[in-house]
């Protein structure tokens, strides 16, 4: 088996930040001991270095290996320097046992929009070109809109284009962050899974902190949603070769439907990811 735990928008340094979330994420990971830890970027709040700095210490405490995109918190203020000098390059290509992950960096400098770029499309395609039995793309911007969070304007710029990759390439898997939704979406074989924040408070609706748990086992990916300090609850099971979808369930977001005049109200715009 391969066990993935699958971290996201930590935002060290930022208001909502809770430093004893994090602690006990990390905890509950060494206890886990999976095979790798991926984080999906925003690791920090603006990029500065001494918020760098603070996340070296945190992640220090990591035993196994960890892999890291940034986000887009991360690229402001040159911060994607600090990112290289801490965890090496944006780009790469990893195998784990029968599971391949390639991580990109989906961040523009300065801006919460996102985009893989075209003078990218040829390496995402031949590092996915491989008989690896679970092909995974780690990316911090979503590729298509998540529930409960507003008016849709971070996706990847060219999600379209990185989808038609993807699904070309045999891909069964993406993770992602940015949103600090945990959800799973479906699409033909591919399923697109959003980790959550797993230790900022900055949440919508109903939400609390979390991060996942993807396991490989004898032809099966599970996805197991665990909150610090709360017990796992599994929300997708599938088989990634045929795309047979064994379970999928969520809680809902909102405690209460939204009024039906809701959607006539003008509120100010939310502060993005």
């Not at 029968?98 to 499309?121: C, M, Q, T, W």
Request: aromatic share 8%; proline share 8%.
């Amino acid at each position: 088996m391969v066990t993935i735990a699958h971290i996201s928008d930590p935002h060290v340094g930022s208001p909502h930040f809770v430093p004893n979330l994090l602690d006990r994420m990390l905890t509950e990971i060494d206890e886990l001991a999976p095979d790798v830890v991926l984080c999906t970027g925003d690791i920090t709040d603006n990029g500065l270095a001494g918020e760098y700095k603070a996340a070296v210490g945190y992640f220090s405490q990591i035993r196994q290996p960890l892999f890291m995109v940034p986000g887009n918190h991360d690229s402001r203020n040159v911060g994607y320097v600090h990112f290289e000098r801490a965890w090496g390059p944006r780009y790469w290509v990893h195998d784990v046992g029968p599971v391949r992950i390639v991580g990109a960096d989906s961040s523009e400098p300065d801006l919460n929009e996102g985009k893989l770029g075209r003078e990218h499309y040829a390496w995402l395609r031949e590092s996915f070109d491989c008989p690896a039995e679970l092909k995974i793309f780690a990316v911090h911007h979503h590729l298509i809109p998540l529930p409960g969070t507003g008016r849709e304007r971070s996706t990847m710029q060219d999600a379209g284009d990185v989808l038609e990759l993807l699904l070309g390439a045999g891909v069964q898997l993406v993770l992602n962050g940015h949103k600090h939704v945990p959800h799973v979406w479906r699409l033909e074989h591919l399923y697109i899974a959003n980790a959550g924040t797993c230790s900022s408070l900055k949440l919508r609706g109903d939400g609390k902190p979390s991060y996942a748990i993807v396991e490989y086992s004898q032809g099966q990916v599970r996805i197991h949603r665990k909150a610090p300090f709360g017990e796992a609850a599994l929300i997708a099971h599938w088989n990634p070769r045929t795309g047979e979808q064994y379970r999928r369930e969520f809680e809902p977001l909102f405690s209460a439907p939204f009024p039906p005049d809701s959607a006539d109200v003008t509120t100010p715009a939310a502060e993005p990811a």
